[in-house]
């Protein structure tokens, strides 16, 4: 299902980048749940928009079941705004019919004051609960963050993070 989350998004973003800025203002939204063969249900919903100023968005959802207990959804977004800003971001959650619960999610923006990527996820089974989160980010002048984060029932809560300036320096965080 990761797969559907990586096409929402792309879709998402190839829409909100490929329509002139210069079209008229608008919204439209959409959305559709059928049987599948699989003895549940499929569906999701879809919206898109472009403001006066230039700025657009859209965003979808999609989820399917199989009528054993097993699901998945998927949501995603991208946003343009007027000032060449934008970004993106998508998730999957997975629940399977034993309780184990499966969560993965990324996004990046960027825009004149920097940029930013973040991904990761979470694994809940009857064992208990790890996830894991990275991130970068880097500051209009070049400065840039690296930073993980990961949470293990065995092990705690481990962090490491680092920062460079524009020329690779290893620099404060601050």
Do not use: W
């Amino acid at each position: 299902m990761k797969a559907m989350s990586t096409v929402l998004v792309g879709a998402l973003a190839a829409i909100v980048l490929a329509v002139p800025v210069a079209e008229a203002s608008g919204r439209i939204r959409g959305g559709a749940v059928v049987a599948n063969p699989e003895g549940g249900y499929s569906g999701g919903r879809a919206a898109a928009g472009r403001g006066a100023n230039g700025g657009s968005y859209a965003r979808g959802r999609a989820f399917q079941t199989d009528g054993q207990g097993n699901s998945t959804a998927a949501s995603g977004g991208a946003f343009r705004g007027p000032n060449g800003a934008s970004g993106a971001r998508a998730g999957t959650t997975s629940r399977s019919a034993d309780g184990t619960v499966t969560h993965q999610s990324g996004m990046a923006a960027s825009g004149a004051k920097g940029s930013v990527e973040s991904s990761g996820g979470y694994t809940k089974t009857q064992d208990g609960v790890t996830q894991s989160r990275t991130t970068t980010a880097t500051g209009a002048n070049g400065t840039t963050y690296q930073g993980s984060t990961r949470y293990d029932k065995n092990t705690g809560l481990t962090h490491s993070g680092s920062c460079t300036d524009a020329a690779g320096n290893s620099v404060p965080c601050r």
